[in-house]
């Protein structure tokens, strides 16, 4: 790597081109850069440039890496975040600016790149950040209590996430068992470290790990598969792909269908006369449609009811003057 004591001065330029926007800035409106690549001393691309382009990226970090490792000034997720808080979207001019003075004349991109990974390695990223490592504190605290420093909470939470990892811990019952036993575990070393007698801590220990079965026989390996779920998660993110076979039998009740689907076939197919069968019994449930459509009663006729009830009484009338004149006839005959 090129150090900055190796680049000579910048030369002062009145007038420059964006290589992004292609507009005509003066020097303030460029960031200045001790890397090689550019000898005047300032970044070909314009400050409004570059801030378009964090913010279009939400100003994340990978972001910023890359434009730090153009300028060849260490990223510094902590000094960026201070920074960023103080001047808001226009950070970066500001950010190059602290660079270049003399506390970190000796230090480039790549001197604190190989650091950034191993934070990102480690998960370590939000260590970096004031706010991050107060949130993830107040989180821990509310999990193991407000009585435990930042070292205490670290060891306590390393050590369960270990337990998680290599046991077998089933239930609300056990998970509660293995925070107690990182509790214990803490007080053990802090009493050793003080020179105190830890007999009684020891004894709880022991039997609450066999309490708990934390035995090595319990112990179950990383690589292992606690259900076939997790099997084929692995395997599906490995690129498998399960076969599907349509059409095909798989078990007793699809063999029993395509019995059953066979045999109707050739009920059909060889029975004599079967199908002329079907046929006629077609035709008839037709017929059997169709008169109940069009019915022999005539009740789709219509008929004037008041005119044949007036009817009938006229004819019942008529009958009954007809035997009263009778039987008067009869009387005076015998008289």
Known sequence: MIKGNNIKPPKDFLVKTCARCKNDFGPENFSRTKSWFYPDGYLPIC????????????????????????????FIPTKWEELKEMNGDDVFPIYALVFLGEEFEDLGWGDYFEEFKRLQRENSIEEEIPKLREEKIRKLKEKWGANYDYEGLTYLENLYNGILQTQNVNGALQGDQALKLCKISYEIDNCIREGSPVDKLLASYDKLVKTAEFTPKNVKSASDFDS????????EKRGWKNKYYDGVTQDIVDETIKNI????????????????????????????????????????NEY??????NAGYEDLFKDQEEDNFNADIGMSDNV
């Open 47 to 74: 400050n409004n440039c570059l801030k378009n382009f964090l913010k279009e990226n939400d100003f994340n970090w990978i972001s910023v890496n890359k434009i730090c490792q153009y300028a060849d000034i260490p």
């Open 304 to 309: 004037d009811l008041d005119n044949y009830d």
């Open 261 to 300: 689907q066979n045999y109707n076939q050739r009920l059909y197919i060889n029975e004599s006369g079967i199908g002329d069968e079907i046929t006629h019994r077609i035709e008839n449930l037709k017929m059997a449609k169709d008169i109940e459509e069009q019915s022999h009663y005539g009740l789709d």
């Open 228 to 235: 076939v779920g997790e099997l084929f998660h692995w395997l």
